[in-house]
């Protein structure tokens, strides 16, 4: 899986897909599919600065795995529309990237007699390099998540199949006929010329 940033985007989601970890107290896990509404798949293009999304989807299985912490895995997939980097012609892309993150809340406090839970919560925890994802609220916002892992699959540099960069259009001439060193030359080869009668 690629590497996530943990920082807030800076524009505002646009696709919001929450879900409350309360329908999880009965039942242990719950699956989710998600696709993007065509004013939404507009926003998205924008955000994540492509020319168009055809489609975002996604599925998602939330577990509880502890007292708080939420374990959420699935996949998402998407068709979109680029620019070619080398012709600037637009072209269609693919994109599925598999997901699997926890979930905690920010500032969990633990409550009375609850301290078995808290280090079982702890252990879970402590399997990962990575921090868990922030509960807030009571909610996972799966949209944001959806959006997230379709801009990580993204080529940073794209290329229409088919499209080669010409590397010698960017190499300059090995003997340019305007060069300093190329009058020297010419100097060195001509005669001296003979001075008197």
Known sequence: ???????????????????????????RSAEVDIAAKPEEKAAIAQMIGVEAVDSLTAHFKVTRLARSVMH????????????????????????????????????????????????????????????????????????AVSVEFVALGLDPYPRKPG???????????SQPTDSPFSVLAGLRSTPPKKSGP
């Open 72 to 143: 959420v895995e699935g996949e998402v997939h998407a068709r979109l529309v680029r620019l070619c980097g080398v012709s600037l012609e637009p072209f269609e892309v693919e994109v599925t990237e598999p997901v699997d993150l926890k979930f905690a809340p920010e500032n969990s406090a633990v409550a009375p007699g609850k301290e078995d839970a808290a280090i079982a919560e702890s252990l879970i925890l402590s399997m990962d390099e990575d921090p868990p994802d922030p509960i807030i609220d009571g909610k996972i916002d799966l949209g």
């Open 1 to 27: 899986m690629r590497e996530r940033s943990q920082s807030v985007p800076a524009s505002p989601n646009p696709l919001v897909r929450t879900f409350n970890t309360l329908e999880l107290q009965r039942d």
């Open 163 to 173: 499209i080669e960069f010409d590397h010698a259009a960017l190499q300059p001439d």
